[in-house]
């Protein structure tokens, strides 16, 4: 590959994140390809930007000559592609939306969207990419602290399928069939029944616990809110719920001195944020996806609580983390010696 035609190498092209990306990348100068997870997806084919692409193998010459690397498909992918990039005498710059490299100390979380103007980072930073919802809740927030100062918040993040990949979704699917055949249910993933129901932890076979996920959320979300000075830190609890796509957050607000819920209405739209106000249907998750942002409705202030209000967020999951990702890449420049994970 050549470096000079800024190309940008998905690992997991096929992925949900994956997809996501080709089409994103299609309106950017990057030039795609597409890196398969295993032996089986090399040579098939794919699209990207309208056209026909044919998936790479994860190796070494496929991965030589990036700018920049997506990392979209499993950890074991992630894995195996940063082992192969630390052979490369001239690496591509690492984009990670697994969060495989969260705990590298050469890495920085990002999420363009919530951080401050003229952000500057070290210049052979890897990127990790925040968990949605936190991308989400600190968007949120830090235009609401430039509204109204407020004391506590407490929000309820209501998890999609999508979260766990398609092997989530593919179980989900298949566990709202079975049931509805009375058949055994699936649960490699969950170790539930999660079809028609609502997780506050997941069982204890399941390859990841529900509150490990929380945990990574609640660190991202405070790294976030830790760039825009004092942002009260959230109580957050996840919930895993029997969706396919989509986040949708019930967020508590304790104000200093409560303001109008117009006032918040009007205030609170800005370029990453809807505002569904009076007359308009509120907020939800398939009318947000494959939208950019955030969209905020059913604004109400608590009876019981006169300094305090309900908001209802939701956000396409899967778009947020490849928009923030896509912007990220946007603003890598060519050069030699790119990121490299120690």
Known sequence: MDRS?????????????????????????????????????????AEAGGEPVVMSGLDEDNLSGALVAFLAGSPESSRKAIDLIRRLKHAPVLIDLTSVLEDDPGAQLRAPMAEPANYALPPEAAHVMAHPAAIVLALFLVRLKQISPFRRTVAHVFEPASERGRRGLDELHQQTINLLTFQKLPKQVYDEQLSFNLLARYGSEAPEALETIGLRLERHLATLLSLHGAVPMPSVRIIQAPVFHGHSISLWVEFENAPEVATLEQALASTHVDVRGPGLEPPNIVGIAGQDGISVGAIESDRNDLRAAWFWIAADNVRIVAENAVAVARSVTPRSGAARPQ
């Open 5 to 45: 035609k800024n190309v940008a190498a998905i690992v997991g092209g096929s992925s949900l994140l994956g997809r996501e990306l080709r089409d994103l990348l299609s309106d950017t100068p990057f030039q795609v390809k597409l890196v398969g997870t295993d032996e089986g997806e090399a040579g098939t084919l």
